[in-house]
DNA sequence: AGCACGCCGACT
DNA sequence: GTCGGCGTGCTC
């Protein structure tokens, strides 16, 4: 039950009502009758009777009226109101996602009740005489409470050398008064001139246009674009200096997993203290404090993953979405929204600027740049005379390493030639397990995944055949399932395991590690690798997606992409456009301060325009051809696309209802239906899920149609959901 | 989202 | 007989 701090006086029903929407998945605000002489304003956090049972709502609006039949508002919880903003902000995205408002509203309601209240915390001070024994423990303690100073118990036992039975004696004799202690700061005041950067003139001449768009106090939209090490985030932090000068506030939205201690280190180095931290991994009471501060405006900088969006700044004056592109941005549970998109909304009913940056930004970022919507910046060096990685390409059908090997001479010798010189090689492959496909050798049976349509990866290291869309799990028998012939499975294509047996062989001596996000051990041993890499205590890395992010691997000149062509052959719309950026970022970890690395790509297809634009670095070229290709086909941001999910834990449940959707679906000129495909998208938590595409012209209200639809279309079965996906971009 | 109400099968 | 499974619908 939450608490309720502020009572609502009693009285009879009054003359205003507000309108309340409590966070469940109603569309709607519900009206409450406001009891006679209650102090109520928009924004307030209430608790009002809901059914049988008692919820908290926030007031949307308050109006005059009689409200003789309605239920009243019951009381007023003590949490920093819902801003103007924020609700609009909120009633946007329930309107452009189609989420119930409800819903909408709680990304933003911190729900109180949850986190204990605030502890107190005790400090002590050197207050009375010196006890009457005297040990050379308690000596200690004296000699360093010397001075009158407030000091923590644990601190000053730390001090002075000593326990904590010692301090708390000296408490009980009077030595020592314990006394309350204010509640520590949430963050660190950063200092916009503790230690500002040397910045290129590249770097200067952008800075300076971002901090005039602070300066200006009114929405605009920035893009910067610069290669890994051209020094974007040295940019964007004089912007966030610009926003403390003029004392606002500023957000940096991060993908979840850049949130590393590295990238607080060079906030601290540049600002003095490290930037207030919100993530999934924030403790709750912590986050009720930092809720509190940040509405206060007592906390000045937020670094945050995507749900940061949703903090009650009290005086936002800027907006940084670091790496852009990155599709960890979508929300993909509950209301579905993506957090850039969105970021920039709320930037817009803020009046504050926002910066985007990305060494490879997505192609619906720069056409919006192209289109002069945002102001375009380009860091084109990189920085401390950094140069990016030479690239080359293996022709794999001319340079062909041995059957059931995946490594190519052209490779091997170059791996050969970095360890010699002492240096470190990364191999990259998007391939967790070991084997993507296992077949039989004697009838062609193919492990499939009973749910999906996707193969069966061999992980050789559990004896397991999993299946990476569902989660599916089943041991790999020694027979075939189908004919019965004994040792005749047979793994097709490489995964990381299999890659390091091969490596192994070739490098017998070599230091190697294997980094991959099912490796055994979890984040504590995934972050030991990492340093002892960083250290130099590895000679060959093989990793999948994970090495692409984040990481630093100072001794790293050389990278083998072993499978370019992963990931072009899926039908996603955007595969180009994702193995292009994935690939750019791999490969521009190549490289030292003091020499340039070199990249090899082993591909089949080199003329493809994503093996052409990373050896030319043309990426210009490269989008030109993939914004042609949107545009012909009347995909975002060309034109607008919704996902319809249907899902259910019976798969004919679930494709039955998908067809029955599609066929009433009657669109009107300009709007195309798409789908269901045969297969399951996805198996999720017992869930089959079947997705139809909706596919609007340009100038169509594609939320207006979804809305008539889904009013005319009679609710389904509750096992049955169906929900709505309107994210521009994200829809795969 | 909760929570109650209601309609069906297996038990002390 | 009734306890309780979940499917359905409502909440100002």
């Avoid at 009375?128 to 200690?140: M, N």
């Avoid at 957000?251 to 180095?269: D, H, N, S, V, W």
């Avoid at 002069?372 to 084109?380: D, K, Q, T």
Wanted: hydrophobic share 45%; glycine share 8%; proline share 7%.
């Amino acid at each position: 039950m939450p608490s309720e701090n502020g009572a609502v006086n009693e009285g009879r029903a009054g003359s205003r009502i507000a309108d309340i929407v409590v966070p469940v998945a109603l569309d709607k605000a519900y009206s409450y009758a406001v009891p006679a002489g209650a102090a109520l304003a928009e924004g307030d956090v209430v608790v009002v009777p809901l059914g049988p049972r008692e919820t908290v709502g926030v007031v949307w609006a308050l109006r005059e009226g009689a409200g003789a039949n309605l239920k009243s508002v019951l009381g007023r919880v003590d949490v920093p109101p819902m801003g103007e903003d924020l609700r609009r902000l909120i009633d946007w995205i329930a309107w452009y996602t189609l989420a119930p408002l409800g819903l909408a509203m709680r990304l933003a309601l911190r729900i109180p009740g949850e986190d204990r209240a605030e502890q107190v915390r005790v400090g002590v001070r050197l207050a009375g005489e010196p006890p009457e024994r005297l040990t050379a423990a308690r000596l200690r303690v004296i000699a360093a409470a010397e001075g009158g100073l407030v000091y923590t118990k644990g601190d000053l036992a730390e001090r002075a050398g000593v326990s904590l039975a010692v301090i708390n004696g000296l408490v009980d004799t009077g030595t020592l008064e314990a006394v309350a202690l204010p509640p520590e700061p949430v963050a660190g005041l950063p200092d916009p001139e503790h230690a500002p950067a040397a910045l290129s003139p590249d770097q200067e001449r952008a800075a300076a246009v971002l901090r005039a768009a602070v300066a200006e106090r009114s929405f605009s939209v920035t893009l910067v674009e610069g290669v890994t090490g051209s020094g974007k985030t040295e940019v964007y932090f004089e912007a966030v200096a610009e926003a403390l000068r003029q004392g606002r506030q500023a957000l940096i939205l991060m993908p979840e997993i850049a949130l590393t201690a590295q990238f607080l280190g060079r906030f601290a180095a540049r600002f003095g203290t490290a930037p207030a931290e919100w993530h999934s991994g924030i403790s709750s009471r912590r986050r009720e404090r930092l809720h509190r501060a940040v509405a206060s405006g007592e906390v000045k900088v937020v670094a945050g993953a995507r749900s940061a969006l949703f903090l009650p700044f009290s005086d936002l004056g800027l907006v940084v979405v670091d790496e852009e592109h990155e599709q960890a941005y979508k929300q993909e549970e509950g209301a579905l929204y993506h957090a850039r998109d969105m970021a920039i909304v709320r930037a817009r009913i803020d009046k504050a600027p926002v910066v985007l940056a990305s060494a490879t930004p997505s192609v619906e970022t720069r056409v919006n740049a192209a289109r002069g919507r945002y102001r375009h910046l380009v860091l084109p060096e990189r920085f401390g005379g950094r140069t990016l990685p030479t690239m080359r390409a293996i022709d794999m059908r001319k340079k062909a390493p041995e059957r059931g090997r995946w490594l190519s001479p052209p490779l091997l010798a170059a791996m050969r030639e970095t360890r010699a010189a002492g240096e470190q090689s990364l191999l990259f492959l998007n391939r967790r397990g070991y084997a993507p496909l296992t077949l039989c050798r004697s009838c062609g049976h193919r492990f499939q995944c009973p749910n999906c349509s996707a193969w069966l990866v061999e992980h050789r290291f559990r004896r397991a055949l999993v299946c990476h869309h569902c989660g599916h799990v089943e041991r790999r028998p020694d027979n075939c399932p189908e004919c019965g012939t004994v040792d005749a499975l047979a793994a097709c294509g490489p995964g990381v395991e299999r890659l390091a047996e091969e490596v192994v062989e070739h490098f017998p001596d070599a230091r190697v590690i294997t980094l991959s996000s099912d490796f055994p051990g979890g984040i504590e041993r995934l972050r030991r690798e990492l340093e002892a890499i960083a250290a130099g205590e590895a000679d060959i890395i093989i990793g999948t997606q994970l090495v692409a992010k984040g990481h630093n691997f100072p001794q790293l000149t050389l990278v083998g992409v072993v499978d370019a062509d992963v990931g072009l052959a899926s039908g996603d719309p955007r595969a180009s456009e994702r193995t292009f950026q994935l690939l750019q970022q791999v490969t521009g970890r190549a490289g030292r301060g003091d020499r340039p690395g070199r990249a090899l790509l082993q591909t089949y297809q080199p003329d493809h325009p994503v093996m052409r634009a990373l050896l030319s670095g043309d990426a210009a070229a490269f989008y030109a051809e993939e914004e042609a290709v949107r545009e012909a086909a009347g995909l975002p941001p060309f034109g607008r696309l919704a996902a319809i999910i249907v899902s259910a834990p019976d798969r004919g449940e679930a494709e039955a209802h998908a067809r029955a959707l599609a066929r009433s679906a009657e669109a009107p000129e300009g709007i195309d239906v798409l789908g269901p495909a045969e297969a399951p998208l996805a198996l999720i938590r017992g869930r089959y899920r079947f997705r139809l595409l909706v596919r609007a012209a340009r100038d169509s209200d594609l939320q207006g149609y979804l809305r008539a639809w889904i009013a005319r279309t009679p609710k389904p079965p509750q096992r049955i959901r169906v929900t709505v996906d309107v994210d521009p971009m994200s829809f795969m």
